[in-house]
């Protein structure tokens, strides 16, 4: 059996849909899913106890999707399954988003279960190289998408963020931890006027199994809000969610959509 821990999002749902087999979906206490349904729910304070419970479920399999917060830990809700894990928890609340999945991936694969990605449980939510869309990346948005490479990179390797805005090889907007859609909201206003394209690539070294970035049709109607020309993504790096409402939205506003190569 799958266990699903879902948290916000339309990912879940097309992750649930998509599995082969039995799944038991799960939230996190403060993260729950807005889009599914959740079985069974656990505060991080009795991680220990929920890894019981899967155990007794008969779940062989984890898969994280979807957004959650981090929950501030309340000492005195830590239970004695728990208690052993305590120093792992403590050390992954202090590291960055890629830092703390892979401390919570380790867990789990030293409870003896198999963590899995989402794109794996549904390969289908990955695109292929190429551009889908009525309008083409110019000659302009090459180097933009080269220099947007460079910058995702630098902001990886501190474990920032995954996207960012460039236009004429400058970078108007870097994603932090508020997110992509808080990013192209700080936008509207841009002295600059309009152009440029929105850039998303998983981070160097990232294990892919947790937090690969993603986009929707909310990203295209934000990106065309925000005054840029187009998408650019890492092709076969980043999860793309209602494809063809996506496409849709991209030919109906205007911008490309290009996955590119990385």
């Known amino acids: 059996m799958l266990a699903l821990i879902a948290g916000r999002g339309l990912l879940p749902a097309q992750v649930a849909a998509h599995a082969d087999g039995a799944v038991l979906i799960c939230a996190m206490a403060g993260s729950e899913p807005d889009q599914v349904t959740a079985d069974v729910t656990f505060r991080l304070e009795q991680l220990g106890s929920f890894i019981e419970t899967l155990k007794a479920r008969g779940v062989t399999r984890v898969c994280m999707a979807g957004g959650v917060s981090r929950p501030a830990v309340d000492p005195s809700q830590i239970d004695a399954a728990t208690m052993p894990l305590v120093p792992i928890i403590q050390a992954a609340l202090g590291q960055g988003d890629d830092g703390a999945l892979r401390a919570v991936i380790a867990i789990f694969e030293q409870s003896g279960f198999t963590v899995e990605a989402a794109h794996c449980v549904a390969p289908d939510l990955l695109m292929e190289e190429g551009v889908p869309t009525k309008v083409k ?43 992509t859609d808080w990013m192209l909201a700080a936008l509207a206003n841009r002295p600059d006027g309009q152009g440029g394209l929105l850039f998303k690539a998983p981070k160097p070294g990232q294990d892919r199994r947790a937090d690969l970035p993603a986009i929707g049709p909310a990203t295209v109607e934000a990106a065309a809000k925000a005054g840029l020309s187009g998408i650019v993504l890492e092709a076969g790096g980043v999860i793309v969610l209602e494809q063809d409402k996506v496409i849709a939205a991209c030919d109906r506003l205007g911008l490309f959509l290009w996955l590119r190569a990385a």
């Open 137 to 179: 990346p110019g000659e302009l948005d090459r180097p933009d998408a080269a220099r947007a490479v460079e910058v995702v990179a630098a902001m990886g390797a501190a474990d920032v963020g995954q996207s960012c805005a460039v236009r004429q090889r400058q970078a108007i907007a870097v994603e932090n931890v508020f997110g």
